[in-house]
């Protein structure tokens, strides 16, 4: 057989492979989901307000980047391991090390959100009698929302991208397929990756259409024309692992 | 149990005979470190070097290409951006194995998925660092009699430079990370320490530690160089303004 | 010797002094230019000579095509019709780049290069020329000075500039190849009125020495009049409505549009631009020993409304050195208006 004829051969069986299996790769897409939601949840219970109090009061920038680069230099097979070693396998350790692979992107989105409010309408808002959190809570907040959003997103997108490498401390998901090749064979292996790159896709769909859904529109314009403005941007952080 | 040792990959030793610290599987063992540094964590290490570099000097290569086509042919870089947002929704450990029918378990699978991220991260940067030249300096390079080539030579590509060196440090850092996933395909890289090191039912902590830190340590190592870089390159993005 | 001096005779020694050494003469002949989609064209056959070492501004409001012409000079747009042509040669027989080398560019806050130095900026052009590093850097010494600026400045970058300091490096940049013909966009649009000032009288000090052709582009009728030694003020389409010298338009309108566009004023404006220096004088007599003083490097405008001030109908025109030169009066300077 031709290389090319064996390929195809491959990939049709790992296309028969879902077929046949779909109860099983739905189980394991919804468990990702499951660990991913809950590491998503966890980074933004603990990062969003810090990263909104630090923009809020314009200090420790330092902090905020010091912080998303520790989230890329920080892979996540040393996270995952090295939270094994103190947590012991299971759920536990995996939802910790992802959620700080999500913090990364929350932490400098959400400061630079809320920083990088034009200072003339804080001014204004401060002079006509707001307190701090009312200037928080009615004006940027709102304002910081486009690029908090963003960085919610690809911080989503990031850890269901990530969460398959979770399956060799535990955690479940399609990764657990991936990695035991002896028990599902490749055409497991391949089926379970395509599904993996799927439901990738899939959350990246969702959580643009949710991103633009939770953005008013005169926002969005003003974002996208400071895109080009802006130097540093928002690099996709998606998949680090 | 002794792990046998594949024809290009590390020793792993003996769990359980060595000093006291190893045997109760304590923090971190330096004792531990220092022995098995030869063996073990040097040739990961170079291995992982090896996979960075690779895969960021082809990226930075082809992106830098591309980058040059986009600018000159605007419509290019919407397709091009979307291909890449999308490619890099991929999970590493799929899109190895996606490969594997058309590369096998090798070096290359693992090479193309890394430059393919690469792409995703330089690309939009060197766009955007292209297009950040002001308008000004282009129009006074034109009317002072620049060629074309000349304009980009020396003016369009320096005034690029910080973005680039931006988009760089990103990518750098996370090949990095990513190279270490390798370990799932290939006896090679600091992650294949820890992938072993995890199969273990009791995992070994100062291997995971040591080969960790080495993973972190090379990251921000290349960070740093990259800036000390930019500062002498592009000396007049640091000057303060009046 | 002076800076100009040791500009010129380096220029000379170099072999580098391109074109004529008054400065090129320029012809526009019927020039026209049309934006795709706009509904009216944007310069419309318009013709124009600009004598050689002239200073010539281009005036009007906005969309009246005065840029667009400028730019046509130097083919950084392209005419649709017409030729232009630089002491005689059409722009279009040479090469774009040869051209554009000989011609001196400046724009708002100058246009500088942000990753060089301002050493580094200057002498862009003569390295495109080839100088060696050695010459290179005596120009730039030279042009620094020239401009106003402190040698201090060379291994700044831009960012680290005033505006009106980043005008002059911009001004010199363009000098350094010692073009014979200046093109200036708006230069001074974004500075302060008191840097913008001090900025168009080095502008003239270095017209008066250097003798270059310059087509200088303002939106502003007050800075026309200043600099210019004749006026085009181009209305939409880039139509001429008057080519003359600032007295000669303030004197006579050629139509409504241009007493509208020049303003109030105009004969008090015609005052302001002579100077008692450069006017005849009545001589001083007995009588006028106790007349209010004036000094003679004031302008007439200055010398009436100082009249107006003190209530007199005539002062006595003292020099620097304090002594009288002689007396103004009132009618004498409204004579000047004839």
Redesign the interface.
């Known amino acids: 057989m031709t290389s090319a004829a ?2 195809l051969h ?2 049709l069986d790992a296309i028969r492979f879902i077929g046949s299996n779909w109860h099983l790769l739905l189980d394991k897409a919804a468990q990702q989901l499951e660990l991913a939601g809950a590491a998503l949840g966890l980074a933004m219970a603990v990062v969003l307000p810090l990263g909104i109090a630090l923009g809020h009061l314009r200090r420790g920038s330092t902090v905020a980047i010091a912080g998303s ?1 520790a989230g ?7 996270l995952i ?2 939270f ?2 103190v947590f012991g396998i299971g759920f536990v350790n995996n939802m910790i090390a992802l959620a700080v692979l999500a913090s990364g992107p929350i932490l400098i989105n959400s400061y630079e959100g809320v920083a990088h409010v034009e200072t003339n309408v804080v001014d204004a808002a401060r002079a006509s009698g707001m307190t701090a959190g009312e200037v928080l809570r009615r004006v940027e907040l709102p304002l910081a929302l486009p690029l908090l959003a963003a960085g919610v997103r690809v911080a989503a ?1 990031t850890v269901v ?5 979770a399956a ?2 535990g955690g479940g998901g ?2 657990d397929i ?2 035991n090749q002896a028990g599902y064979g ?1 055409d497991g ?2 089926g ?3 599904c ?2 799927a439901l ?2 899939f ?2 769909g969702v959580l643009t259409v949710l991103e633009r859904a939770v953005t008013p529109a005169g926002l969005r314009r003003l974002a996208e024309l400071e895109k ?1 403005n802006r ?3 928002t ?7 | 149990m002794i792990l046998a040792a594949t024809g290009s990959g590390p020793v792993i030793p003996h769990y359980g005979t060595g000093s006291r610290c190893v045997v109760e599987n304590h923090a971190f063992c330096s004792s531990w470190v220092s022995a098995h540094w030869g063996d073990t964590l040097q040739p990961a290490l170079v291995q992982h070097v090896e996979l960075t570099g690779i895969a960021v000097g082809i990226g930075f290569a082809i992106a830098f290409s591309a980058a040059l086509l986009a600018y000159r042919r605007r419509w290019l870089s919407g397709p091009i951006e979307g291909i890449s947002a999308l490619l890099y929704t991929i999970p590493s450990l799929a899109l190895f194995q996606i490969l594997v029918p058309f590369t096998g378990i090798t070096t290359t699978t693992v090479e193309v998925a890394l430059v393919a991220y690469t792409l995703v991260m330089l690309f939009p940067n060197f766009v955007t660092g292209l297009n950040s030249v002001p308008a000004d300096a282009l129009d006074v390079a034109r009317a002072m009699g620049f060629t074309r080539r000349q304009t980009l030579l020396r003016v369009e590509l320096p005034l690029a430079l910080p973005a680039i060196v931006a988009g760089l440090r990103v990518a750098v850092v996370s090949t990095v990370s990513l190279a270490t996933v390798a370990a799932f395909l290939l006896p090679k890289g600091l992650g294949y320490p820890i992938f072993l090191a995890l199969k273990e039912p009791s995992p070994f902590r100062t291997e995971i530690y040591a080969a960790g830190a080495l993973a972190v340590g090379l990251a921000l190592a290349a960070d740093l160089l990259l800036v000390a870089a930019r500062r002498v390159l592009a000396p007049w993005a640091h000057r303060g303004v009046a | 010797m002076t800076a100009l001096a040791v500009f010129r005779r380096n220029s000379r020694r170099l072999g580098r002094s391109s074109g004529s050494p008054r400065g090129a003469e320029i012809r526009l002949e019927s020039v026209s230019k049309h934006y795709a989609g706009a509904e009216t064209a944007a310069v419309e056959n318009l013709s124009l000579t600009i004598e050689a070492g002239e200073l010539c501004v281009l005036v009007g409001p906005s969309g009246c095509g005065k840029t667009t012409t400028l730019r046509m000079i130097n083919l950084l747009i392209a005419p649709d019709s017409g030729e232009i042509k630089i002491d005689g040669r059409s722009t279009r027989a040479a090469s774009v780049t040869e051209l554009r080398r000989g011609i001196g560019y400046v724009i708002q806050e100058g246009g500088l290069f942000p990753h060089m130095t301002v050493a580094g900026n200057i002498g862009t052009v003569p390295r495109l020329l080839g100088w060696s590093r050695g010459e290179t850097r005596k120009r730039v010494s030279e042009l620094l000075e020239l401009v106003g600026l402190d040698r201090s400045l060379a291994e700044r970058y831009p960012a680290e500039l005033s505006g009106g300091q980043r005008q002059r490096v911009g001004l010199a940049r363009a000098l350094a190849g010692d073009p014979p013909l200046l093109l200036m966009d708006e230069p001074f649009n974004a500075l302060d009125p008191v840097v913008r000032e001090r900025l168009q009288d080095e502008l003239l000090r270095l017209h008066r020495e250097l003798a270059k052709t310059i087509v200088f582009v303002t939106h502003d009728v007050d800075e026309a009049i200043k600099l210019g030694d004749r006026i085009a003020i181009l209305r939409q389409g880039g139509a001429l409505a008057q080519f003359d010298s600032p007295d000669s338009i303030l004197a006579r309108p050629a139509s409504d549009f241009v007493r509208q566009f020049v303003g109030e004023n105009r004969a008090l404006r015609r005052l302001a631009l002579r100077r008692l220096d450069q006017i005849e004088l009545a001589p001083s007599g007995k009588a006028d020993a106790g007349l209010p003083t004036v000094p003679a490097a004031a302008t007439v405008r200055e010398a009436v409304s100082l009249m107006i001030e003190t209530g007199t109908r005539a002062l006595s025109v003292v020099g620097e050195d304090g002594e009288a030169r002689g007396t103004i009066r009132f009618d004498d300077a409204a004579g000047l208006l004839k």
């Not at chain 1, 890329?72 to 040393?78: E, F, G, N």
């Not at chain 1, 991208?161 to 490498?165: G, K």
């Open positions: 064996v390929n491959t990939f680069i890329r230099a920080l892979p996540v097979l040393v391991a090295a094994l070693t997108v991208a990530t969460a398959p490498i060799i401390a399609l990764g991936i990695v490749f292996v391949l379970a990756s395509i993996a790159m990738s896709v959350a990246y080009g130097r540093r941007e690099v996709p952080v998606a998949n680090i692992t």
